[in-house]
């Protein structure tokens, strides 16, 4: 028998992530091709609501990636984002000289946010892909390498590679635009979905639209850029009102640029409104208490440990509400662990 040469099957790399929510935001990019954002930001990594993903190197032979999400199977526009973002892992494989560069992979991905909270983020999904795919592919990338190759399938991934409250740099280039910890005081998010809906148009879409047709676009990233420098203050010198105060103003001053647009584009509803007015009332009787809301309408309330139950107790009427904290950063499970957590 002769021997044929065969490349080993390769194994298959398992990844998991939680979603960030930002308290200093990213809205704009600088550069779209290379996800570089206007400004930095910083963001909380959450330890509830996962994304577990499988990547598994497909034979030579095979012509295209194939994309499971939750069990179905996907061939829409998520898959389109999925193949874009493999197609960077293997032009990193490529310059590496690895001979993994021209396979294509099979990727399977389970997501445990509640559909309509506004977690369901590509933050966790890219981050968790980008963490089982560099290996998958050979790739040995340290977490700054890993932090810009999550950014690539979506900006705000790159901060759900790091563990708790990271800051995202934004850089001037792709080496220099990555997350990594940002010590901070504990904290916890109360998160209030005031509306399950899906959201009416795309940050992608509404960031673009932003940044060509808000007048309040320059300020905001002028603004966003002096904010994250006091949070990082604020965040060394353990001040939770500072923190809080910041985090509120930038997430009105981000949603203000957003309603600036032409035509105006709105995520707030009045249910957000009234999570914020909750938050003004719970300050006066002296609890942390400050508000924070993506591109949609759910509202996360920025607390202390010590008055998170009050706090979400208190707000518990005006939505669905749970308390979450601090989480891991993107870590890859081996079978063992897989299995303990299912
Ligand atoms: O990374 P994207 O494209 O999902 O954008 C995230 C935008 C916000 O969630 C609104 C802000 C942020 O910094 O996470």
Redesign the pocket.
């Known amino acids: 028998m002769t021997d044929t040469p065969t490349t080993p099957p390769a194994q298959p790399r398992i990844a998991r992530a939680h979603p ?3 308290l ?4 704009g990019k600088r550069d779209e091709s290379q996800m570089l954002p206007a400004a930095g ?1 910083m ?1 909380l990594t959450l330890d509830a609501f996962p994304t577990t993903t499988e990547v598994s190197l497909l034979p030579e032979r095979a012509a295209a990636d194939t994309f499971e999400i939750g069990g179905t199977h996907d061939t829409g526009k998520a898959y389109k984002r999925v193949t874009v973002f493999l197609d960077h892992v293997r032009a990193l494989a490529g310059a590496a000289g690895l001979p993994t560069a021209n396979r294509h992979a099979a990727v399977r991905s389970h997501n445990e946010a509640p559909t309509g909270a506004g977690l369901a ?3 966790a999904g890219f981050a968790a892909l980008a963490a089982a795919a560099s290996p998958a592919y050979g790739l040995d990338l340290d977490p700054t390498a890993l932090s810009r190759l999550a950014r690539r399938g ?4 790159c ?1 759900s590679i790091v563990p708790g409250t990271a800051i ?1 740099h934004a850089g001037q280039s792709d080496a220099s635009s990555f997350a990594e910890p940002l010590p901070a005081p504990d904290m916890r998010l109360v998160i209030v979905t005031v509306n399950a809906g899906p959201k009416p148009v ?3 879409q509404a ?1 673009r639209a932003t940044a060509a047709t808000s007048p309040y676009y320059p300020a905001w990233v002028t603004s966003t850029e002096q904010s994250l420098a006091a949070m990082a203050t604020a965040c060394a010198a353990g001040d939770f009102d500072r923190i809080g105060q910041l985090t509120e103003t930038n997430a009105m001053r ?1 949603h203000a640029a957003i309603q600036a647009c032409d035509p105006p584009i709105r995520y707030l509803q009045p249910g957000s409104i009234a999570v914020f007015d909750a938050c003004a009332r719970l300050r006066t009787r002296g609890l942390q208490a400050w508000g924070t809301a ?2 949609g309408p759910n509202v996360a309330i920025l607390t202390t440990p010590a008055d998170a139950e009050a706090v979400a107790g208190s707000v518990a009427e005006l939505g669905d509400v749970r308390v979450v904290g601090p989480g891991p950063g993107a870590v890859l499970l081996d079978a063992a662990t897989l299995e303990e957590a299912l």
């Open positions: 960030n929510i930002a200093i935001k990213y809205w930001s963001s983020s590509s933050a979506s900006g705000s991934a901060r995202w795309s940050s992608r960031m981000m993506d591109a």
